[in-house]
């Protein structure tokens, strides 16, 4: 045999062996991976600043063929999310369903004490940012020009001044309900299916102001249709300089809501695993940060597994707090 012919089968040789390793190494990182659909379940009407979040991971999902299987985006919104709440809770141990959440997450369980679900079995997989709120009036509103004028036309109108919500319990009734106790008024809370909705009553002068989410707002504040007159965040973001922030202002208003994704009760850890790669991947995705720069979203750490089940525990307990300090009866409308 000659040194050529040697040379050749000692190559094929170590290609054949170095495929056999390669194929052993993709076979354990490929351990689990969706076999069927997975039901991408959102705890909020269509339109809104969780369905955009969504829908817009589930485009990249299959954009950078991040799944072998299809997401399907279900949106799940009755009773201020319960019915998502429920419906993860009762696919328990299934790894094909993953939640979408908002902070009702946390208070729809405390307020709705017979729902008969406790978050912290739930399986964590990953924060996708952290996001906010600003107080938006429709431009028509000549008089409404910052948070001083808004307070004096709420007072002027008693509770004839309505504004919408996404639902009892939800994240933009405890802000409304700290602004009603921070400034001394009363409102008619009106709630609605999801944020998109409340945007479009908005600007349809149906109410007279809401503290949606920047995504829910941000298209028709382009078009010239609502304003912004105040931000609940510790710093004023990049994505809205001229706004004020309710802090700036001497009022201490200051309220997230989280965006997160996890499984239902005793998804299996290979599961887990899979969907934290798959949303890590996005995270850090050049397309999820410009959103996030875009439309004022926090995205600049990513917290997944034992460490975002601490973030829900502590929030838990803040929630708790919040309803506590400003009473379960003003969040609700009872």
């Given at each position: 045999?000659?040194?050529?012919?040697?040379?050749?089968?000692?190559?094929?040789?170590?290609?054949?062996?170095?495929?056999?390793?390669?194929?052993?190494?993709?076979?354990?990182?490929?351990?689990?991976?969706?076999?069927?659909?997975?039901?991408?379940?959102?705890?909020?009407?269509?339109?809104?600043?969780?369905?955009?979040?969504?829908?817009?991971?589930?485009?990249?999902?299959?954009?950078?063929?991040?799944?072998?299987?299809?997401?399907?985006?279900?949106?799940?919104?009755?009773?201020?999310?319960?019915?998502?709440?429920?419906?993860?809770?009762?696919?328990?141990?299934?790894?094909?369903?993953?939640?979408?959440?908002?902070?009702?997450?946390?208070?729809?369980?405390?307020?709705?004490?017979?729902?008969?679900?406790?978050?912290?079995?739930?399986?964590?997989?990953?924060?996708?940012?952290?996001?906010?709120?600003l107080l938006w009036v429709n431009t028509d509103r000549k008089d409404i020009?910052?948070?001083?004028?808004?307070?004096a036309a709420v007072k002027g109108a008693g509770k004839e001044w309505k504004?919408?919500?996404?639902?009892?319990?939800?994240?933009?009734?405890?802000?409304?309900?700290?602004?009603?106790?921070?400034?001394?008024?009363?409102?008619?809370?009106?709630?609605?299916?999801?944020?998109?909705?409340?945007?479009?009553?908005?600007?349809?002068?149906?109410?007279?102001?809401?503290?949606?989410?920047?995504?829910?707002?941000?298209?028709?504040?382009?078009?010239?249709?609502?304003?912004?007159?105040?931000?609940?965040?510790?710093?004023?973001?990049?994505?809205?300089?001229?706004?004020?922030?309710?802090?700036?202002?001497?009022?201490?208003?200051?309220?997230?809501?989280?965006?997160?994704?996890?499984?239902?009760?005793?998804?299996?850890?290979?599961?887990?695993?899979?969907?934290?790669?798959?949303?890590?991947?996005?995270?850090?995705?050049?397309?999820?940060?410009?959103?996030?720069?875009?439309?004022?979203?926090?995205?600049?750490?990513?917290?997944?597994?034992?460490?975002?089940?601490?973030?829900?525990?502590?929030?838990?307990?803040?929630?708790?707090?919040?309803?506590?300090?400003?009473?379960?009866?003003?969040?609700?409308?009872?």
């Open positions: 045999m000659g040194i050529t012919r040697r040379v050749m089968m000692g190559l094929a040789c170590a290609a054949s062996m170095g495929a056999m390793l390669a194929g052993s190494v993709t076979s354990a990182l490929a351990d689990w991976a969706p076999k069927k659909p997975v039901e991408f379940i959102i705890m909020a009407g269509t339109g809104g600043g969780a369905d955009q979040i969504a829908r817009l991971l589930q485009g990249l999902i299959e954009k950078k063929k991040l799944s072998p299987r299809p997401f399907i985006p279900i949106n799940k919104p009755g009773g201020s999310g319960a019915e998502a709440l429920r419906y993860l809770k009762d696919k328990a141990g299934d790894d094909h369903t993953v939640l979408v959440t908002l902070n009702s997450f946390y208070t729809t369980p405390i307020i709705q004490k017979d729902l008969g679900v406790d978050i912290s079995t739930f399986t964590p997989i990953g924060r996708m940012a952290l996001d906010t709120f020009t910052d948070l001083d004028s808004y307070v504004v919408g919500g996404t639902g009892s319990g939800q994240e933009d009734s405890i802000l409304t309900a700290m602004m009603e106790k921070e400034f001394g008024y009363e409102v008619t809370y009106i709630p609605f299916p999801g944020g998109g909705t409340v945007a479009k009553n908005l600007v349809g002068n149906h109410i007279d102001s809401t503290v949606n989410n920047p995504a829910e707002q941000n298209e028709f504040m382009r078009a010239g249709k609502s304003k912004p007159l105040v931000q609940f965040t510790t710093e004023r973001m990049a994505a809205y300089p001229d706004v004020p922030t309710a802090k700036e202002l001497g009022h201490d208003i200051v309220y997230f809501m989280q965006r997160s994704v996890n499984g239902p009760p005793g998804m299996s850890k290979e599961a887990q695993e899979w969907y934290i790669k798959v949303f890590k991947a996005l995270f850090d995705s050049e397309e999820w940060q410009t959103f996030c720069k875009e439309d004022g979203l926090t995205c600049d750490e990513w917290v997944a597994g034992d460490k975002l089940a601490a973030f829900h525990s502590e929030q838990g307990k803040r929630h708790q707090e919040l309803i506590e300090a400003v009473g379960a009866e003003a969040i609700t409308g009872e």
